[in-house]
């Protein structure tokens, strides 16, 4: 078996632009997009809102960005943002929309599969009392990251937007992940997004881009985001040069979603196969498999610095915890070839 070339399962993050990309981004038509004069961008943006149903878009440096000029353009200062405790938006993304919005968070317990629920949200709405920040935001994930790709169903949305905008609170959907959710389902992405008042999608993950988001809503919202993007740095020139990226990332890269989630049920099998190892089957519904390692003796870090040396990269998520992620740059044949490298490592009884 040649493990001279790595399998990296870090994320879906590292993956390459192909070459229609490159050959799109290098023959792009261009101008500024702080004047809002760059024609790609202006077309990206179109295309995303009609795809995600909502009346406008914005194109972002990154889904961190994204987030957070959302929740800027949502909550005034000192308002406080709802999410799961284990929430991207809460655990990696350098708390900032508390230092630069202004805007604490009330983090809620999640279920094992990184979902809350509506009785959970109508108890962290705050009530009329000068001890309380105001609540002025629900933020809601998914896929659900550090659950493992958990998927969330346009019902299950429903049900905690409706509590939130029955007290006239709007919800935001960190949908970084949002069409492997919805290739899951096999639904249109914009049922996902119906219900809540923006939403904001990664290119750069699962659908192959090499930089950049789109942030939705309506008009009015997307106007306001637009200025806290400029505020925060993220007023790009000419940057149609990424968005042709963009462009097909956001119409062909759904197509072949179904092949990362394959390879990852395929991936999370053998791994629960193997002694010393558990993964939770239940989580693993999009492109990621969790696995506990401690029955093999291993923390999270020593496990993940074992396998690098047989060629595979992963990343540790917790002391005794390791995250896969399949992606357009890894195939059949490499996790079949990754299943055999830490069969043959792990200690077995």
């Known amino acids: 078996m040649d493990t001279a070339r790595k399998i ?21 038509e261009v101008g500024d997009d702080v004047y809002g004069e760059d024609p790609t961008v202006n077309k990206l943006e ?32 000192g308002q406080e943002v709802i999410l799961g405790h284990e929430a991207h938006t809460f655990f990696y993304e350098v708390g900032g929309a508390s230092c630069l919005g202004g805007v604490p968070y009330h983090t809620i317990q999640e279920d094992e599969l990184g979902k809350l629920s509506p009785e959970q949200v109508l108890g962290a709405i705050r009530g009329a009392n000068v001890h309380f920040p105001v609540t002025g935001l629900l933020c809601l994930e998914n896929t659900h990251n550090r659950a493992g790709g958990t998927v969330y169903t346009p019902a299950e949305l429903k049900a905690l937007t409706d509590v939130v905008h029955s007290h006239n609170i709007p919800a935001h959907l960190d949908g970084a992940r949002l069409f492997n959710a919805a290739v899951a389902l096999g639904l249109p992405v914009k049922d996902l997004c119906a219900d809540v008042d923006s939403v904001q999608v990664c290119l750069s993950k699962g659908l192959g881009a090499p930089m950049g988001s789109m942030l939705a809503g309506t008009k009015e919202f997307i106007a306001k985001a637009r200025r806290y993007r400029k505020m925060v740095g993220g007023g790009m020139r000419q ?26 049920k ?9 002694h010393g190892l558990e993964v939770n089957l239940k ?36 002391p005794t915890n390791v995250r896969f992620v399949t992606h357009l740059d890894v195939n059949e044949k490499d996790v079949k070839d990754a299943i055999a490298i830490i069969e043959s490592i792990v200690p077995q009884k």
């Open 283 to 318: 989580a693993v519904q999009t492109n990621m498999v969790y696995v506990d390692v401690k029955g093999a003796g291993m923390t999270g870090a020593e496990f993940a610095a074992k396998v690098k040396e047989h060629g595979v990269l992963i990343n540790a998520t917790g």
């Open 266 to 274: 395929a991936l999370a099998t053998g791994l629960s196969e193997i």
């Open 8 to 28: 990296d399962f870090r994320s879906d993050t590292v993956t390459k632009p192909s070459t229609e990309m490159r050959k799109a981004m290098a023959d792009a």
């Open 46 to 77: 179109s295309v995303a809102a009609e795809l995600l149903g909502k009346e406008s878009a914005l194109f972002v440096p990154s889904g961190t960005m994204g987030n957070l000029i959302a929740i800027m353009s949502h909550c005034a200062r």
């Open 239 to 264: 940057a149609g040069v990424p968005a042709a990226a963009g462009l097909i990332a956001i119409t062909e890269g759904p197509k072949r979603l179904h092949i990362d989630h394959e390879n990852c």
